[in-house]
C-alpha cells in the first residue's frame, strides 16, 4: 500500500512540474499566436484601408475624367454649332484656346492641348508643325471616336511625336468624321491633393489599362520607375492577381518590402498604393514589442521560477516523507488512538490483525482482539495500562512516552514486542500514538547476556572456590617435610646423639628438602604454565630420538635397582624436529617416573614414540608411556589432571610426589597444542599417550640442543680447547667495526681465516664468489643495513650451491628473545650465539658445527 | 689506563671482557678507545632518538648494546637493551628516560677514559 503511495506522490510531482512546462509552452505558443493574429489584423486592415484609399484617389481621378469629359463635351456642341453655322477655323480655334484656358482654372494646371478634325483638317488651339500632313485617320483617338460617338473615349498613355512627352489623348466625336480631340499632359494630371495625405514612405502610382504609369508619387521620375523590375514585377503581379492577398508584398527598388493596395477603375486603369511592410507592422512597434518581450521574459522566469520551487518543495517533502516513512517503519503497527471518543484508526498494521480490526473501530474491539495475541496475564497488564482512562491520566499528567515489552503470538512463533503510546501537544488534545515494534533480538540478546554474567560470576566463585582448596592442599602438603625438616634439626641440636644417628637425620632432613624443593618448583610451574599469557616454551630444532633417549637414561638406574624392565621404541620416519627439549623431558619425566612409582618389582614400563601423520613441514607425533603396574580406578582418572588428586585406594602409603605432576604435564601438553590421553585398569597397568604437532627441521641441521640440554652428551668433536679449528676460513657479516674487530681477533687467535662483510648483501656475494665448500662457518649478525642476518641466511640457503644447505650459518646477536631464535631458525641458521661473545661458547659451538676438519 | 678505576666509576666487569682480548689489557684499552673516540653508534643512535626515528633507533641501541657487552660496559649495554625492548614492545614513553640514562652513562664513562687517557 504505502508503495502505490510514493508512486502516486511521485506521479503528482512530476504532473505539477510538467504542468508547469506545458503552461510555459501554451503560453509562449499564445503570444506568438497572438503576435501574429496582431500582425494578420494589420495587415488585413491595411489592406482594407488601402485598398479604400486607392479606390477614393480612383474616384477622384475619375472625377476629374468627368470634368474633362463634360468640357469636351461642352466643346464638341459648340463647335459642332459653330461649325453648322458655318464660322470661320479661326474663330473655333479661338474657342478652343479659351476651353483651354477654362480647363485651366477648373481642373488646374496649363494641362490640355485641344485640337478638332473638322472637315477633313486639324483645327489645333496650338498648331504644331506638320499639322497639316498629321495622318489623324490613323490613330487611336480618332477611330475610336469615330467608332463610338456620342462617347469619351481615352487613350492609352504615349509619347507625343512632337514634344516626346507622355500624354493621353481624350477624343469625342462631333459629327460624323469630325472629331474633337484633347491631349492631357500626364506631368500634370495626377497631383491629387489627397495624395500629399499618403503616409511616409507609401507611394502612389496611377496605370493605365496598358499598364503605363499615369502617375506616380514616387519621387524617381516615371521613366526611372517605368524600367524598374520593380514596376515591371509590380504591372505583372497586378494582372496575374497575385497581389490580391492582404499579406502579399513585393520587394521595391530598394529592396523593401511594400504591400500592394491597388483599385481596377471601370476604364481598366489601375490605382496602386503601395506601403511599406514595416511601417505597417512595426511603425510604433519597437517600443511596444520591447515591452512585450520585457513582460513574456517577465511571465517565462516567474513560471521558471515558480516550478523550480515547487519541485525544490516537492523534494524536500519527499525527503521529509521518506525519512517519517522509515522512522515508521521501525514500527511494525501504528494505530491513533481517541481517548474522547474510545476509537482508533489504524495507520498501519499487521496482516494477521487487519482483517480483524479493519481501518477503525471502537477501543474495545482493539482490546479484544490485542487479547487473542498475547498471553493471559501479559494481556491484564496491558489492558490495564493501557485502558482510555490510565491514558487519559497520563496524557494528563504530561508524560510523553509510556510502554513496555511483552511477548506476543505471531503465525511463526512467540516474540518480544514493546508497545509505546506518545502523546504530543501537537496532536489534538485528546488523542495519543500507539506503537508496535519488534525488539525480539535485542530483548533475547540481554536475556542471553544476563545468563552469560551469571554464569561468568558462578565460574568466578567455584574458581575461588577451587583455588582456596588448592592453597590448603599446598599448605597441607609443604608442611609435612617443613615439618620433619625443623623437628629433625632441633632434634639434632638438643640431644647429643651418636654420629649414626645424626647421619640418618641429616638424610631424612636433606630427603625432606628436597621434597618440599620439587613442590616449591611444580608449584612454581603450575603458576608460570596457568597464569602466563606468553607461551614459557622455547622451541629449537632437536633430535627427539637422542632428547627421549636422554629422559630414559636417567631412569635406568632406578629401574634396575627395582628389577624393573624399561623399554624404548622409536618408530617415527623423521628424527629432527622443532620443540622445546626440555619440557618435552620435563612430561616424559613424569610420565615415565610415574609408571615406575605406581608399579611393583619385576614390572615393565615402555615408552614409545610414533609418527602417525607426516607432512611436508610438519607431523603428529605420539608418545607412549605403558606400564603394567597397579593402575587407577576409572572414578580416579576423571581427577587425574586435578591438582592433588591421588588415588586413594590400594595405593602403598607412601607414594611420593608433589600431585602436581599430572596436572603440568596436562598444561604443557596443552600449550604446545598437543592431546592427552589417559587408560587405566586397577590392578592391570596403565597407559599415558600425549600426541603434539611438531614442526620438522630441515635435514642437515645439527641439534642445537645438544650442547645445553641436560643428560645428552656432547659428541667427541666438543672441546674448549678449539684445537680442532685450526686452518678454518671463517665468513663474518657484521655492521659495527668494533664488534668485527674483536670477532676477529678471537678467530685470529686460534689459527681461523677470516672474511669480513659489513652487511648481509656482502656476506651473501662473498660467499657467492668464493670456490664450493671453501667457507667453513658464517658468523651473522642479525641487525645489519642493507640486507639484515636473516634475509642473507635465506639467501644463501636458496642459492643452490652444492655448499648452501650445508654450510653452517650462526647467528650472532644481542637477541635473546625466543622468537628471534626461533626467527634465526626458521630462516636457516643452524646456531645461536649472544652478544657479548664468550670465546668458551664460540668454540664450542664452531667445533660442533665443523666437523669437517676435525675429523 | 686505570682499569681498576674503571671498574669501580663505571661498574665495568673487566675480568670477563678481558677474556674476549685473550687477557691482553692493552688490546682492550685500545679497543675501549676506539669505542669511545671512532665508533659513530653513540651519536647515531642520540641523533636517531632526537628525530624520533625508531627504526634508526632500534638498529644503533642494538648495535651499541652488543659493542657495549663485547667491552664488559653492562651498565650502558643495558641500557641500550632497555631501548631495544621498549622499541620491541612499542613502548615509546620510556625511551626518553631511557636516552637519558644512556647518555649520562656514556659520559660518566668518556669522562673517565678522557681522564685516564690525559694522565698516561
Redesign the interface.
Known sequence: MKRKDSGKRTHAADYSMWLNVAAAVVFTVLLVWGMYLVREKLLTNTNLMANSLAKSYADEEESKFKQYESILSLAASNIKEMSDSERSPDDIRNMLISVCGETESSVGGSVIDPYAVLDGEIIAAYPWEGDSSYDFASMDWYTEAISNPGETVYTDVYKDAVTGKRVITISRSISEGDVLAFDILLENFGSIDSVKTLPYNSSYILFDSACNIVYSSSRLSVDELESSDYVRELRSRIESGSLEGHTASISDTEGRNRGVYYYTMPNDWISVITIPVKDILYDDWNEIFLVFAFIYAMILMAIVMFTVMNFKSKARSRYVEDTLRILGDTYYAIYRIDLKDGTYEAIKQRPDVSAMLGTSGTYEKFISVMETCVDKSTFNSFRDNFSIENMQSLAGDNVREFGGDYLRKFEDGDRWVNVRIIYNVALKINEVIMCFKDVDFERRRSIEQYELLENALSTANSTVEKRNALFSNISHDMRTPLNAIVGLSQLSLRDDPDREALMENMKTIEKSGRQLLGLVNDILDMSKIEGSSESILNPEPVNLRETIEGCIEMFRPLAAGDNKKLTFTFEAVHERVICDPLRISQILNNLISNALKYSGENCSAEVAVEEITSGENSGQFRFTVTDDGMGMSSEFIEHIFEPFARETAFAPSRISGTGLGMPIVKSLVQQMNGSINVQSELGRGSRVSFTLPLQLAAPGEEDASSARSGGVSCDGACTQSGDGLSGLKILIAEDNAINMKILSMNLHALNMDVLCASDGKQALDMFLSSEENSIDAILMDMQMPVMDGCSAAEAIRHSGRGDSLTVPIIAVTANTFSEDIEKATRFGMNAHIAKPIEPGRLISVLSRLCTKKTT | MDLKRLSSECGIDIE??L????GNEE?YIS?LN??MY??K?FDEMNLAASCYSYDEL??TA??L???A????LQQL?GCC?RI?TAL?EKNYSVIPDAMDDCREIYAKIKHVVDEENRNA
Open positions: 670477563s671482557a677474556e674476549r682480548f685473550m688490546i679497543f676506539e669505542l671512532e665508533d653508534t632500534f638498529r642494538h648495535t648494546k652488543g659493542s657487552a663485547n667491552m664488559g649495554s637493551d631495544v620491541r
